[in-house]
T-cell receptor, first 112, second 111 residues
Framework: DAGVTQSPTHLIKTRGQQVTLRCSPK?????VSWYQQALGQGPQFIFQ???????QRGNFPDRFSGHQFPNYSSELNVNALLLGDSALYLC???????????FGPGTRLTVT | KNQVEQSPQSLIILEGKNCTLQ??????????LRWYKQDTGRGPVSLTI?????NTKSNGRYTATLDADTKQSSLHITASQLSDSASYIC??????????FGAGTRLAVHP
């Protein structure tokens, strides 16, 4: 049983560009959450998707958007990249109503 | 304001020694508290999860405590190993299903 998977593992983009990160949840999970983790900091909640809709959102600008597909996989899109968007982006999956949340290995985004 | 504060920010210990990491929170209403271990550049892995009624929970050499009255938790690591070198993150879930993360404690275990 594969856990949470994310792609790509590492990405380098230029300021102003757009990026799409992908996440496949753990088998049996229907809820996907995205987090941004700057170096040396704890993860910051971006948003959560359930039943293909954004259910909760953290304090992130509209440049950050997402999508969830019928197979529960999810994408995180970031437009007009800024240098400050450089971080480890984590995806976590869970079953709605369950406490346990499983994290993927993350995508390291570097904006130059 | 919902906050989770961890101390120390970083810690260096010798292999085989014990250590205790602290977590203080001001989250309300409280639902549960988890400790995660995060290796550098990797996703966090859950160590323990504790609800309001639980005072102590162990996972191998890791023992977490929770005092819901003082809103404090600790993670005790026994007989540390080199592989324990990582960041340890305290996360509190509030009653509105929101997770509040601490900044983590970076532990380095030296031979």
């Amino acid at each position: 049983d594969a856990g949470v998977t994310q792609s790509p593992t590492h990405l380098i983009k230029t300021r102003g560009q757009q990026v799409t990160l992908r996440c496949s949840p753990k088998s049996g999970h229907d809820t996907v959450s995205w987090y941004q983790q700057a170096l040396g900091q704890g993860p910051q909640f971006i948003f959560q998707y359930y039943e293909e809709e954004e259910r909760q959102r953290g304090n992130f600008p509209d440049r950050f958007s997402g999508h969830q597909f019928p197979n529960y996989s999810s994408e995180l899109n970031v437009n007009a990249l800024l240098l400050g968007d450089s971080a480890l982006y984590l995806c976590a999956s869970s079953a709605m109503g369950q406490y346990e949340q499983y994290f993927g290995p993350g995508t390291r985004l570097t904006v130059t | 304001k919902n906050q989770v504060e961890q101390s120390p920010q970083s810690l260096i210990i010798l292999e085989g020694k014990n250590c205790t990491l602290q977590c203080n929170y001001t989250v309300s209403p409280f639902s549960n508290l988890r400790w995660y271990k995060q290796d550098t550049g990797r996703g966090p892995v859950s160590l323990t999860i504790m609800t309001f009624s639980e005072n102590t929970k162990s996972n191998g050499r890791y023992t977490a405590t929770l005092d819901a009255d003082t809103k404090q938790s600790s993670l005790h690591i026994t007989a540390s190993q080199l592989s324990d070198s990582a960041s340890y993150i305290c996360v509190v879930r509030n009653g509105y299903n929101k997770l509040i993360f601490g900044a983590g404690t970076r532990l380095a275990v030296h031979p």
